[in-house]
Structure formats: structure tokens, C-alpha cells
């Protein structure tokens, strides 16, 4: 899973209910051997041709499968590009993964959490996505983080 934590993450964290964040990636399938070339395409194309930059608090509204999950969807035209190249990249290394939540039907929101409820008009400016891995146990972990630099907001 590829996500911007609203707050840093470090690698090797691990949760059983995911941080706050925007879900860019759903959960997706990766052989061992091909994660290096996704990494490596992570690093010199997602990083360099892209940022979220800022985005603001537009909508609060339900979302899941009986619309019970409170989320503040948000409002950002440059997520969508973090989102689309994302995406393609990790189809190029074949991950498999379910596309419904891709494309034109992928709406940027972060869920109410514990800790965390953006409201409307609040902005936020991710500068880190991480990769999220889930272990036999169903707990979260964090297999790597990568961080745009300040200039590129």
C-alpha cells in the first residue's frame, strides 16, 4: 500500500489500525525479487516528476461499504498526478492489486482516526509517502518512506 501519513512515519513501525493518511496505492501484491525495481522507480521518477503539495479539507463525508467510516475528502489538483504516476509504475513492475479504487473512481481523503479528523477548510502538505506491508498477523508495518524535498513545494 502506498500512502502520504499526515504525520512522518518511520520504517520498521508497525500498527494494527493504519495512521492517518491518503491512501495513493491500495493494497497491492509484489514478488520479492521485483521490489528493488519499484523502489528504484519510486526514487527517480514518482519523487522527481511529482509532489502532493498542499491540499485543504473539503467534504466530510461517509465512505465503506454500509457508509460508516467518517473521512474529510480533500482538495489538491497535484495528488492526482502523485496518484496517476504511482499507479502506472507499479503496474510497470507488476503488481497486482484491485483497480477499483483507481483512476477516476480514487477520491483523496483521510479517514477519522484516534488521533486525527482534518476538518473543512484545514490544509495539510504531506511530504512523505511510505509504503505499508501487512504481516500474517494483520498488523501494518512500514517497509520504506520516502520524502520529497522542501523546494518542491
Known sequence: MLVLPVEPVEVGGTFQKLPAHITILSWFSLNNDQWSGLDEAIREELLVETSPGRMAGAERI???????????RLFGLNVFGVHALAGAIVRQHGA????????????????DTDDTIINVGEHIVPRQ?????????????VKATYNWRPADY
Open 62 to 72: 461517509l465512505y465503506g461499504e454500509h457508509n460508516t467510516v467518517p473521512v474529510t
Open 96 to 111: 497486482r492489486y484491485d483497480p477499483t479504487y483507481m483512476d477516476s473512481n480514487w477520491h483523496p481523503h483521510v479517514s
Open 129 to 141: 509517502l511510505a509504503v505499508f506491508q501487512k504481516n500474517e498477523a494483520a498488523a501494518k508495518s
